[in-house]
Every structure is written in structure tokens, then in C-alpha cells.
């Protein structure tokens, strides 16, 4: 029989037994919910302020209905009573007892909000895209609703290690990554939509194009600017402190390669913008996903890994296969709903925008 | 017609407001009754680490290998002086771990204590992610996330947990709180206390004394 120990430092021996409590598929998860918050909110922009992505909002809605359908799998995949996952809708934690304190922010997301979204996204799709009711007032009071919704949903992840993850260090970065996690969302789902956009009509159609560059390059240089004053006031007010070493140590390394990505995808951005080239768009897609995977992956695994005791870092060992096959499966699913919802649903008012131009107006 | 309805609402939104305020009422009232606080006192100073309270902890409550549900920490002072510090679930009077917990599997009691509903737990980890101190980890038996009961089973009965019965030296002083005559309660109003993490607000309920800073964290 042998008996845990503690060659890593000072850590608690649970800790050393648990491992990762949330598993890595968390970061694909969190990775989904940017895509659907993000296309949502450019949805909804478009309903409120008719910014120019008329002919894009078919191929906005059915990005973020196959990612919001989806995506409630990998926290499915990481619980470990997943048979017992319906006792979110069943027992919600939703209001605040003696026995019960507080509000549980996942009994929140899963058992409230994501049917509401799925709801508004629907009903929105439905009488924009079918009955045309573009300029109306329900069709305002909805987008803006989505809107309200999607950009809370959008910074969820960022809510939830804020109300428990108990780390003053992270708690200091925490401020600004809400905010961070928006900007990568919008930036992210307007990649894919490009994406989308090409694959769609073979090429960049050059106005939606233009303004959906100016909108990644205009998050991404806001992300950039936000993530580098937060390296600054880490660096500036806690280096010295054992605990801010060890969060330096885990933070870093990924955070440089964050930064750099996002740096690539707000300069890809700007290149579209100006040429519009086909490969660009496809490798600005490419960026987009992998900048704000890592640093979801940062935020899920990384900054998980740190002890409570803010003096050491848990020993972890991943199980990659397993997360690869669930993400795979995941992005399989995402892209038949996808394709189901192109062939059964959208198809239709999609010619029909393209037919009547579909433009500005 | 229009003044007799304005006054039949008047009447039932006060009588509403009185049943409410009655209802707020009986239930401080029972609080107050039912009024026992659990609580713990670990006299640092006395624990010489033989970890009986760990064993007795794990014979008790079946706690599977690996995990635990108490345990003792062996920390080395700046003048090369060892100290064992026992640690467990801190039973907060504000627990980080109650309000993650989507299903309400996790709960505070009338009496103070934090338990885990396991037939509740769907197994997301929040609550172990949530507790500043460690104390959960998933019981690899029932998938569900568990921790120390200041064993509930046995002090219902009016034993003391099997930790505490344990302890050979008495480092470890389990009783209520709100009970003037109480011996915690005598020793905590006597001697200089601290509690673990008091920065995070949790507010847990066992108290240290001889609690050297290497081992607050």
C-alpha cells in the first residue's frame, strides 16, 4: 500500500486525490458557448442597428443554434453523475435559503437562461427571417433581450470562477476578463461567420466582409490592450509574493502564446479588410479558434491546477484521448445540426434574401 | 363597484403582508430554539500527530483510500520546530460551497453543520472547486461530491465524532457553541482563537489555538 505524498510543496492532499475537479472538455465547452454568444449578439446588433449583416443573419442563426444545441455536452461529459444531470430543471438552486444560501450560477445557466436563449434565438430567426418583420418593435425588444442575455452568457464561465474559485490572485485578475471573454466571443463568432460567409457563396462577399473584419480587429486590439494591462498590474502590485510566483508560473507561458495569436488575428483581420483574400479569411478562422481555445484552455486547466493553498501547483495528469474524442464528437454534432438546419430550415429565406439583395436597408 | 374591489385588495394585501411577517417570525423563532451551533476546537499545541483522529475518522465513515475527510498537516517552523495542524470541513457559517451547488445536494443545517445530500449530487464539482480549504473531493464510490459530517450520525445520538473520541492528547474540543456551559464554548470565550482563510468570509467554526501562520493558508 503506498500512501499520498507531497514532493510538489505545500498543497491539500484531496486535492492531490481529485486532480482536475472540472476535466479539460470544459475548454471546448467554454470554446461553443463563445461561438453561440458571440453570432447571438451579432444577430442581435444587426435587429437593432441594421449594421450591414442582413444577408449574413441566416448563416449567424444557425452558427449559434448548432453550438447552443450542442454544447450543454461537455459539461455532460465531465460531470460525474451524468445520469443525474436533469436534477439541475428538477432541484434548480434558485433562490436563497438558510439552508440553501446564495444562487448557483450553473442551476442559473442550465436550468433558466439556455432555454430562454434557444427560445429567443428561435422566435427571433422566425419572424425576421420568415415574416420579414426586420425594422418592428418585437423584433427590437427580442434582439435586445438576446442581446442582454447573450452577453452574459458569453462571460459565464469568467462569472462562475469568480463566485468560486477562493484564489486572491485570480480574484485580481478577474475584473477585466468578463469583459475579455466578450471580446473574444464576438471576435471568434465573426471569424466563423466569414468562414461561413466564403463557404456559403464561394467568396468574400466584400461589404459583410469589411464590416465583419472591422469588428474582429476592433475586439481583438480591445482584448489585446485589456490582457496587457492586466500582465502589467499582476506584475506591478503581487510580484514577490509566493503566491503570485506560483500564478505567474502557470499563467505566463500561455498567455504569451494567447497574445501573440490574438496579435496574428487582429493583423489577418486587418489584411481582410483591405484585400478581402479567400486564404486570409480562412486563416484569420483558423487564428480566431485557436487564440481563444488556448486561452480558454489557460483559464479551465491552467489556472485550475493551482492548490488552494496558492503555494503550489496540483500535479496533474490529462487525459487527452478522452478529451479529444468528446471534443470531436461535439464539433460533429454541431456541424450536422448545422447542416440540418441549412438544409430543412434556412435554405428557404436564405434565396429569398439573397434574391431581394439583402443589403443595408 | 370599483371602491369595494380597491377595498378587498387592500384587505388581502394586508392580510398577505401579516401572514408573511408571521411566517418570517415563526421561522427566526425556531431558529432561535432549535438554536444549537456545532462547532470545533483544535488546540494546535496538543496534536503530536499520530493521526489516530484520521484513522478513527476513516474506520467511521468508510472513507475510501486516498481521500479524506480529516487529515493532519506536518508543518516545519522558521526555528526548525515541527507542528502538526489537523484540518477538516470548517462547517462556515457562510459557505462558499452551499451556493455553486445546482441541485441544492449541498446544505446548512438549523444546527450549523454543511452536509451533502449524495442522492442529490450530480457530480458537477463546483462545490469542490468552491471550498477554500480542501476539505471535498468526489467519493470515488458514489461519484458524489462528500466530505467531513462532524459525524452527524453519532452526535445526534449525543456521542462526539469519531475524531474527536480519538484523540488522545483532547487537542480537539467538539460541542455547541451557543451553549454558555459548553466547554468549546468556555475554552473559545477563554483563550486567543484563530480560524483558517478569515479573508475569503467564510466564517468557519473551528478554531485554532497555537495556530503557527505557516499553516493558515
Same mark, same amino acid.
Given at each position: 500500500m503506498s500512501y499520498p505524498s507531497y514532493p510538489y510543496g505545500y498543497m491539500y492532499p484531496n486535492e492531490v486525490a481529485v486532480g482536475l475537479t472540472w476535466l479539460p472538455i470544459i475548454a471546448t465547452y467554454m470554446l461553443f458557448v463563445s461561438i453561440a454568444s458571440g453570432s447571438a449578439i451579432l444577430l442581435s446588433l444587426e435587429v437593432l442597428f441594421n449594421i450591414g449583416l442582413r444577408r449574413l443573419t441566416p448563416l449567424l442563426l444557425m452558427l449559434s443554434l448548432a453550438t447552443g444545441l450542442v454544447y450543454l455536452l461537455g459539461p455532460l461529459a465531465d460531470l460525474r453523475r451524468p445520469e443525474r444531470a436533469f436534477y439541475i430543471l428538477v432541484y434548480?438552486?434558485?433562490?436563497?435559503?438558510?439552508?440553501?444560501?446564495?444562487?448557483?450560477?450553473?442551476?442559473?445557466?442550465?436550468?433558466?437562461?439556455?432555454?430562454?436563449?434557444?427560445?429567443?434565438?428561435?422566435?427571433?430567426?422566425?419572424?425576421?427571417?420568415?415574416?420579414?418583420?426586420?425594422g418592428s418593435i418585437i423584433a427590437k425588444i427580442l434582439a435586445l433581450a438576446l442581446a442582454f442575455t447573450c452577453i452574459l452568457w458569453s462571460t459565464y464561465f469568467a462569472l462562475l470562477q469568480f463566485t468560486t474559485i477562493p484564489l486572491l490572485t485570480v480574484h485580481n485578475l478577474t475584473p477585466l476578463i468578463p469583459v475579455e471573454l466578450l471580446l473574444e466571443s464576438i471576435a471568434?463568432?465573426?471569424?466563423?461567420?466569414?468562414?461561413?460567409?466564403?463557404?456559403?457563396y464561394r467568396s468574400?462577399?466584400?461589404?459583410?466582409?469589411?464590416?465583419?473584419?472591422?469588428?474582429?480587429?476592433?475586439?481583438?486590439?480591445?482584448?489585446?490592450?485589456?490582457?496587457?494591462f492586466q500582465v502589467f498590474r499582476l506584475h506591478a502590485y503581487m510580484t514577490g509574493s509566493p503566491e503570485a510566483t506560483t500564478f505567474i508560473g502557470v499563467f505566463s507561458t500561455l498567455n504569451t502564446v494567447v497574445l501573440i495569436l490574438?496579435?496574428?488575428s487582429s493583423i489577418l483581420a486587418a489584411h481582410v479588410n483591405l484585400r478581402g483574400s479567400a486564404i486570409s479569411a480562412s486563416l484569420l478562422a483558423l487564428l480566431s479558434l485557436l487564440w481563444v481555445f488556448v486561452d480558454r484552455w489557460l483559464f479551465a486547466v491552467n489556472i485550475q491546477s493551482i492548490s488552494k493553498t496558492s503555494l503550489s501547483v496540483i500535479p496533474v495528469s490529462l487525459d487527452l484521448a478522452s478529451w479529444a474524442l468528446e471534443s470531436t464528437a461535439m464539433t460533429l454534432l454541431a456541424l450536422f445540426v448545422y447542416y440540418v438546419l441549412y438544409t430543412w430550415v434556412i435554405r428557404e429565406p436564405l434565396l429569398k434574401l439573397e434574391g431581394s439583395g439583402g443589403g443595408v436597408g | 363597484m370599483s371602491s369595494i374591489s380597491r377595498r378587498e385588495f387592500v384587505k388581502v394585501a394586508a392580510s398577505a403582508l401579516v401572514a408573511t411577517v408571521a411566517l418570517s417570525a415563526s421561522k427566526a423563532t425556531s431558529r432561535?430554539?432549535?438554536?444549537?451551533?456545532?462547532?470545533?476546537?483544535?488546540? /494546535?499545541?496538543? $496534536?503530536?500527530?499520530?493521526?489516530?483522529? /484520521?484513522?478513527? $475518522?476513516?474506520?467511521?465513515?468508510n472513507v475510501p483510500v486516498g481521500v479524506f475527510r480529516t487529515w493532519v498537516e506536518r508543518h516545519v517552523l522558521p526555528g526548525g520546530g515541527v507542528v502538526f495542524v489537523p484540518k477538516q470541513c470548517n462547517h462556515c457559517d457562510n459557505p462558499p460551497c452551499v451556493k455553486p451547488c445546482?441541485?441544492?445536494a449541498t446544505y446548512r443545517t438549523a444546527d450549523g453543520l454543511v452536509l451533502v445530500d449524495p442522492g442529490k449530487c450530480i457530480g458537477c464539482g463546483a462545490c469542490i472547486v468552491a471550498c477554500p480549504y480542501g476539505a471535498r473531493y468526489f467519493n470515488p464510490l458514489t461519484g458524489a461530491a462528500d466530505k467531513c459530517t462532524f459525524c452527524d450520525h453519532r452526535i445526534k445520538l449525543g456521542r462526539l465524532p469519531a475524531c474527536v473520541e480519538a484523540c488522545p492528547t483532547r487537542a480537539?474540543?467538539?460541542?455547541?457553541?451557543?451553549?454558555?456551559?459548553?466547554?468549546?464554548?468556555?475554552i473559545v470565550d477563554r483563550v486567543q482563537t484563530r480560524v483558517l482563510k478569515p479573508e475569503t468570509g467564510a466564517e468557519p467554526q473551528i478554531y485554532y489555538y497555537a495556530l503557527p501562520e505557516v499553516a493558515s493558508k
Open positions: 434548480p438552486h434558485l433562490v436563497p435559503s438558510d439552508t440553501y444560501s446564495g444562487v448557483s450560477l450553473i442551476a442559473l445557466m442550465a436550468g433558466l437562461m439556455w432555454p430562454l436563449l434557444v427560445i429567443l434565438l428561435v422566435v427571433l430567426g422566425y419572424i425576421t427571417l420568415y415574416r420579414g418583420m426586420w471568434l463568432a465573426g471569424s466563423i461567420a466569414l468562414l461561413a460567409l466564403l463557404v456559403h468574400l462577399e466584400r461589404p459583410i466582409a469589411g464590416i465583419l473584419s472591422q469588428v474582429i480587429l476592433a475586439c481583438s486590439l480591445a482584448f489585446i490592450a485589456f490582457r496587457i490574438a496579435v496574428l | 432561535e430554539v432549535g438554536g444549537r451551533r456545532w462547532a470545533m476546537f483544535i488546540d /494546535v499545541s496538543k $496534536c503530536y500527530g499520530c493521526m489516530a483522529c /484520521v484513522v478513527a $475518522c476513516a474506520a467511521e465513515n445546482p441541485t441544492g480537539r474540543v467538539f460541542g455547541d457553541l451557543s451553549d454558555p456551559g459548553s466547554e468549546v464554548r468556555r
